[in-house]
């Protein structure tokens, strides 16, 4: 850590005497450059760190997005089975056990799965209807 910010201090000293030597080649004042240059570098820096930290943050969010996104494909709305009566959002798998503890009464649930089957209708509205049917269903709906 300090022999890191000794290499930094030394970087930055060792560019602003380059800057300063430039500006006197020139005919300007040497401690103008070497100022300038000191300032030139801390700002550059300071502009690089908050770009990669907001780089970071982006990414960050990102990743926490996609997190949610891939758990939601794999997790169901539970109903504690306690007085409470807590819903719950909790990963879910198909080829282990699954648990969860309630956050309200911190009871250890197991979740089991039934499936159901339903026949695939077509809606009734997009039937071949006669149309004054059709008017007729539509003034008792409305
Ligand atoms: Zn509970």
């Known amino acids: 850590m300090l022999k890191k910010l000794a290499l930094q201090l030394f970087a930055l000293l060792a560019v602003s005497i ?3 030597y430039v500006f006197a080649s020139v005919k300007l004042n040497f401690l103008i450059g070497f100022f300038s240059g ?6 550059g820096f300071y502009l690089y760190a908050s770009i990669i930290n907001l780089y970071v943050v982006l990414k960050s969010k990102k ?5 949610l ?3 939601s494909y794999q997790s169901v709305e ?7 009566q807590i819903r719950d959002f909790v ?9 969860y503890k309630c956050r309200e009464c911190a009871k250890t649930v197991s979740i089991h799965t039934t499936t159901e089957t339903a026949v695939v209708t077509e809606p009734i509205l997009s ?4 149309p004054t049917l ?9």
Not at 63 to 67: A, M, V
Not at 91 to 99: E, G, I, K, L
Not at 134 to 142: F, N, S
């Open 18 to 20: 380059l800057c300063g």
């Open 127 to 130: 039937a071949n209807v006669d």
């Open 78 to 84: 539970v109903t504690c089975p306690c007085f409470k």
């Open 69 to 71: 996104r891939e758990m």
């Open 91 to 99: 990963p879910f798998r198909f080829n282990t056990a699954n648990y």
């Open 63 to 67: 990743l926490e997005i996609l997190k």
């Open 38 to 43: 000191a300032v030139l570098q801390v700002f």
């Open 134 to 142: 059709m008017e007729k269903l539509k003034d008792a709906i409305t």
